[in-house]
């Protein structure tokens, strides 16, 4: 098997996984959040009187929509490199419209690392605003989860840019030729 037979292979693979991720998240998310107050229930990490039990409806529908908020960046580079890797499944790798994909998947990357730590914040005002006073929690978080997909977007940006002047090089050498 040559390698450009194995790189059509896993493009394919990782296309499909991506088709099926643009599915599964919003449906996870609803999940998740709609069994929220059970899921923080079994936290070790909070105090059993920290969140109200269950949680109100309205309650679970803003959780619902801040978590979306956080994850649409990211689901919009998602969009992005499923065409990337389409075009990667047809033999076309080096175009400057992959490295445009490649380019809003870093953004979207770059947009949740930011997004994440207010959503946590706004989250723990929300999760505890029923408590009575005292009781009610302000979190703020920052973790290496962030800074590597900071990271990671910002080493995708760099991919793209490097795409982008490959693109030109090829374009370049097939006017001449």
Request: proline share 5%; hydrophobic share 50%.
């Amino acid at each position: 098997m040559t390698s450009k037979d194995r790189t059509s292979i896993i493009c394919k693979v990782l296309y499909y996984c991506c088709n099926i991720s643009l599915f599964a998240m919003p449906v996870l998310l609803v999940w998740v959040w709609f069994y929220g107050d059970l899921i923080a229930a079994s936290a070790s990490s909070l105090p059993a009187s920290a969140i109200q039990h269950p949680l109100p409806v309205w309650t679970k529908c803003i959780m619902v929509l801040l978590s979306a908020t956080v994850m649409a960046p990211t689901y919009w580079g998602l969009f992005s490199i499923r065409q990337f890797l389409k075009a990667c499944c047809a033999e076309d790798y080096l175009s400057s419209q992959n490295s445009r994909y490649i380019k809003r998947l870093a953004f979207g990357l770059l947009g949740t690392a930011l997004l994440s730590p207010i959503s946590c914040s706004i989250l723990s005002v929300i999760l505890t605003l029923h408590n009575p006073p005292g009781q009610k929690m302000l979190t703020i978080g920052i973790n290496s989860n962030q800074i590597i997909l900071a990271a990671v977007g910002g080493l995708l940006f760099v991919l793209a840019n490097l795409i982008q002047r490959a693109s030109l090089i090829a374009e370049e050498h097939a006017q001449i030729v």
